[in-house]
């Protein structure tokens, strides 16, 4: 399974958040029929089910970390690595 790198919880699924606007039919009983759901493109996040925080907003990312158990967790440590040797070069 799949770990969140913010909250370390082990997640099978994520949440895809879409923002955008769903249509529905109203009557004049009251009575509502759902037309669908169109999203408006600003925000298409794929977020830790546990914690809610942001893994990606690409699907293939979101497809790829659901199948890796430790890629972003790796890269996320391969950055601060870098970021720790840029640090330590200006200093
Ligand atoms: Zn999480």
Redesign the pocket.
């Known amino acids: 399974m799949s770990k969140?790198?913010?909250?370390?919880?082990e997640?099978d699924h994520l949440h895809n958040i879409v923002t955008g606007w769903n249509t529905w039919n109203v009557t004049k009983d009251g009575q509502y029929e759902d037309e669908g759901f169109e999203g408006d493109g600003i925000i298409n996040e794929y977020?830790?089910?546990?914690?809610?925080?942001t893994?990606t907003s690409d699907e293939r990312e979101a497809l790829k970390f659901l199948n890796s158990e430790t890629l972003l967790e790796r890269e996320s440590h391969n950055k601060k690595q870098n970021r720790f040797t840029f640090a330590r070069r200006t200093t």
């Not at 969140?4 to 919880?9: A, S, T």
């Not at 977020?47 to 925080?53: G, H, S, V």
């Open positions: 969140c790198p913010e909250c370390k919880k997640i977020r830790c089910p546990e914690c809610d925080a893994i």
